[in-house]
């Protein structure tokens, strides 16, 4: 089982950028899909993104999809999340998740799976 670590997370202004990665430990890194969710204060968790075993087929959150690039290095064991054009509602802990069944994309099917989640990084948008 993979043990999960986030990073890059911290405050920028709105209309920033920020790189989030996600470092895995272990040697069965490209037998999980990965993903990463987010959860602001006082709201549900929530799908931003996820890719497949490969990275060969991204996935997004619709009304975020043109600010977002995600991507894996199998070779690195990580998985980075690219975010631009960051606005104050992105403010929120963004989580790694990962999945050897399926592509994580909705948080009911991985109630399911035996999915790895890390302890999050805090991205705050403000002026």
């Known amino acids: 089982q993979v043990h999960l670590v986030e990073s890059g997370g911290g405050w920028v202004q709105p209309g920033g950028s920020l790189r989030l990665s996600c470092a895995a430990s272990?040697?069965?890194?490209?037998?999980?899909?990965m993903g990463w969710f987010r959860q602001a204060s006082g709201k549900d968790r929530e799908f931003v993104s996820a890719i497949d075993w490969s990275g060969g087929q991204e996935y997004y959150e619709d009304s975020m999809k043109d600010r977002l690039t995600i991507s894996r290095d199998n070779a690195k064991n990580m998985v980075y999340l690219q975010m631009h054009r960051l606005k104050p509602e992105d403010t929120a802990i963004y989580y790694c998740?990962?999945?050897?069944?399926?592509?994580?994309?909705?948080?009911?099917?991985?109630?399911?799976?035996?999915?790895?989640w890390g302890q999050g990084t805090q991205v705050t948008v403000s002026s």
């Open positions: 272990g040697r069965t890194f490209s037998k999980y899909a």
């Open positions: 998740v990962a999945d050897e069944r399926r592509v994580p994309t909705d948080l009911d099917d991985l109630v399911e799976d035996n999915v790895v």
